[in-house]
Each structure stands twice: as C-alpha cells, then as structure tokens.
C-alpha cells in the first residue's frame, strides 16, 4: 500500500539545504529573451537582485608535443535569476524553462509551491510556452552525522555495499540509482554521497539528493499540472523516508 503524504512526520530540523521546482518547456518560435524584462518590474519589491544566466563553451585541444590551447565562446544569454533581498528564494526564468529554488533555511511544501506557483503563472504570461516537456521536485539535503562513523546502515537503508576482503574504513562514496513507477508514471534520481570528512569536525555530512520527475507533452494552461506535481512530491518523501533508519530520521525532529 502506497502511503500518503499525511502518512509522514514533519521534521522540524529538516536537513533540506535546497528544494527545487522545476518546469521545462517548449517556447514558440518567435520567443524574444526581452519579455522577461518586463517581469523586473513586477518582482523588484520580493526579488531585488537580478542577474543574467549566459551560456559559455569551453573548448580545449592539445595536439602531441605542445601546450593545451584553451577557447572560451559565449553563446549570449540564456535567461535570468531573480533573488530575494535575503537570498533564500531564487528564481530562474529561461529559454527552456522555469525553476524555483528556496535555500536553507526551509519552511513548507504549501508555502514554497505556493510561491512557486505563482512565478510560474508570470513566467507562462509573459513566455507564452506552446508545451511543459517536464516537471520536477528536486529536493538535496545534507545530513550530519556523529563520528565515528562506521556503519553507514546505521542511517541509510540503501547503503553502498563493500566485498569480504575489502578496507573497513569508509572514507567516502558516491552512488546513484534511476528509477521508475509505471503506475504513477513518476521517475526518480537518487544520489547518496559521502563528502570526505574535514580534520577537527565531530561529524560526518551526507548528501541525499532526491530528483523525482515526469516526462510529459502537455500546454501550460493544463489543469493537471498542479496535481502532478502532488505525485511528485508524494515520491520525494516516499524515498526520502523509506531509504532513512529511525535512527537518522530521530535525529532531525
């Protein structure tokens, strides 16, 4: 039985440093990057800090014999980052899509979708996209925990897995699984890393990096893209839940 949303506890020390909506999408032909400066003026009191996104090509070629030559082009500007004056928020309003980020210190899901929600609408009436290709929630976290550590299953329930015969301290690791839920027709990228430990900390930090995703073909104006992103969330803490020890999950209530 699939568990719902209700089904999991709030964690009041959450250990989200950034969660990520994410919408790609198809812009009409004709599309010029100057409708978004119009949105400037609309977001100057909630996001006073702008910057432009550019798209830059490095080439490096090296032929036997002699030095790298290194060539950098750039392809002229992508899109833009709106900031909030504290930094927490940030919004991306590109050519091939829209993403809402909100930086530690987390608050809600229906605080920060709701924000979400309401840029993307401005970023639909002012880009006019004829498709959204994909949706996502991605949510990265870094958890801490107490040295020593030597037993990552204490935590993580997929933990990376050594051979009879191999060293016994771990000192990092990096792994990463793509899966998919025909039923939901929701995808998820789950990366578990652990960072190498830094001289003098008392702890130990691991990233858990959940992308949970669809792949669609439907106009911005559809009515379902709201509940879709509920099924996408829905997986993000499935994961997030079920792949955590009581043990880790105690540690951040």
């Known amino acids: 039985m699939?568990?719902?949303?209700?089904?999991?506890?709030?964690?009041?020390?959450?250990?989200?440093?950034e969660a990520v909506i994410d919408f790609r999408v198809k812009l009409p032909s004709e599309f010029k990057l100057d409708v978004f400066q119009s949105l400037r003026a609309q977001l100057t009191q909630d996001y006073p800090?702008?910057?432009?996104?550019?798209?830059?090509?490095q080439m490096i070629k090296q032929e036997a014999g002699s030095a790298a030559e290194v060539s950098t082009r750039f392809s002229g500007i992508h899109g833009y980052r709106f900031l909030s004056g504290d930094g927490k928020n940030v919004v991306q309003l590109r050519r091939d899509g829209f993403t809402f980020s909100r930086l530690t210190p987390y608050?809600?899901?229906?605080?920060?979708?709701?924000?979400?929600w309401r840029l993307w609408l401005l970023y639909v009436d002012a880009a006019r996209?004829?498709?959204?290709?994909?949706?996502?929630v991605r949510y990265i976290n870094r958890m801490l925990f107490p040295l020593p550590f030597t037993n990552p299953e204490d935590y993580l329930k997929a933990p990376p897995v050594t051979a009879d015969g191999?060293?016994?301290?771990?000192?990092?690791?990096?792994?990463?699984?793509?899966?998919?839920?025909?039923?939901?027709?929701?995808?998820?990228?789950?990366?578990?890393?652990l960072e190498p430990?830094?001289?003098?900390?008392?702890?130990i930090s691991i990233i858990f990096d959940i992308d949970a995703y669809e792949d669609i073909s439907l106009p911005s104006d559809d009515v379902t893209i709201?509940?879709?992103?509920?099924?996408?969330?829905?997986?993000?803490?499935?994961?997030?839940?079920?792949?955590?020890?009581?043990?880790?999950?105690?540690?951040?209530r």
């Not at 719902?4 to 440093?17: E, G, R, T």
Request: proline share 5%; aromatic share 10%.
């Open 49 to 57: 800090r702008f910057e432009e996104q550019q798209i830059v090509q």
């Open 226 to 252: 709201a509940e879709r992103f509920g099924k996408l969330r829905e997986m993000k803490n499935r994961v997030f839940f079920n792949g955590l020890t009581a043990k880790a999950i105690d540690l951040f």
């Open 197 to 203: 430990q830094v001289p003098g900390q008392s702890d």
């Open 129 to 136: 996209p004829v498709e959204v290709s994909r949706i996502a």
């Open 2 to 17: 699939t568990e719902s949303v209700s089904d999991y506890p709030h964690l009041s020390k959450a250990p989200i440093v």
């Open 166 to 193: 191999w060293p016994t301290e771990m000192s990092a690791f990096l792994s990463r699984v793509v899966m998919h839920e025909a039923k939901s027709e929701v995808s998820v990228n789950v990366i578990q890393a």
């Open 107 to 116: 608050t809600r899901w229906e605080e920060v979708f709701a924000e979400a």
